[in-house]
């Protein structure tokens, strides 16, 4: 059994005349540790793949697994404790409380988990030990995704969802934030789903998904994986 499995899922919003088919049949599956990036248009419908797949959104039909879970039928109390127990979150903008540091808003998700991570390695590995002890506004863009994605793996969780780590990012930023990814996937082993624009992306990534127009248009393997820092941008 694969570590998340997508069968035949969709899912349409509005009713009437103004329902709009969203997700028309999706199938895939992704292995444990893998990084699997989803590519497509805005509307594509990746997005709502990568919400059902964390348990915000419900589907109208077809069926979720994530490590021998069920999502499908899933109460919202089980919802809850299903994404505290195995998922971790990151968008493209960091929601950062911005009255916590840096250190403060990692250690924050430490009290959300069963087995956290220790938070001076995690801030180590995120390049952030001297900015450590100042607020969100007093660094960086690039900075606060690097807070964010330690945020996101101090909760040592199984599977993390990016949905745009580097849309909000410059160049450089996005370069070092998605070396980062990397890292946390070689060090820690989480499967990663990263939603994303960014086609240099499915250089680096194992798994290939694109959607388009609520469809699986292309799903493979990456032969061919290159390192962040060996992608030409």
Request: a negative charge; hydrophobic letters at 35%; proline letters at 3%.
């Amino acid at each position: 059994m694969s570590y998340i499995e997508v069968k035949d899922v969709k899912k349409s919003f509005g009713s009437g005349d103004s329902r709009s088919s969203v997700l028309k049949g999706v199938s895939l599956t992704v292995d444990k540790g893998e990084m699997c990036g989803i590519f497509g248009p805005s509307g594509s419908g990746k997005s709502t793949l990568l919400n059902m797949v964390g348990g915000l959104e419900g589907y109208d039909s077809g069926s979720i697994s994530v490590n021998g879970i069920s999502l499908t039928g899933m109460s919202n109390k089980e919802a809850v404790e299903y994404r505290r127990s195995n998922l971790s979150f990151i968008f493209q903008f960091y929601n950062l409380v911005p009255d916590l540091t840096i250190r403060e808003n990692i250690r924050a998700a430490q009290y959300l988990a069963k087995n956290p991570l220790p938070i001076d390695e995690l801030i180590d590995v995120v390049g952030l030990t001297e900015h450590q002890n100042k607020y969100p506004s007093q660094v960086s863009g690039g900075q606060q995704q690097r807070c964010a994605i330690a945020r996101a793996i101090a909760k040592n969780p199984n599977v993390m969802l990016c949905d745009e780590p580097t849309g909000a990012l410059d160049y450089a930023s996005s370069k070092i934030v998605l070396e980062l990814l990397e890292n946390v996937n070689r060090k820690y082993g989480t499967t990663m789903l990263i939603v994303t624009h960014n086609e240099a992306i499915r250089y680096m990534v194992d798994h290939i998904i694109k959607v388009h127009d609520g469809l699986i248009a292309e799903d493979i393997i990456n032969t061919e994986k290159k390192s962040a820092k060996e992608i030409d941008w």
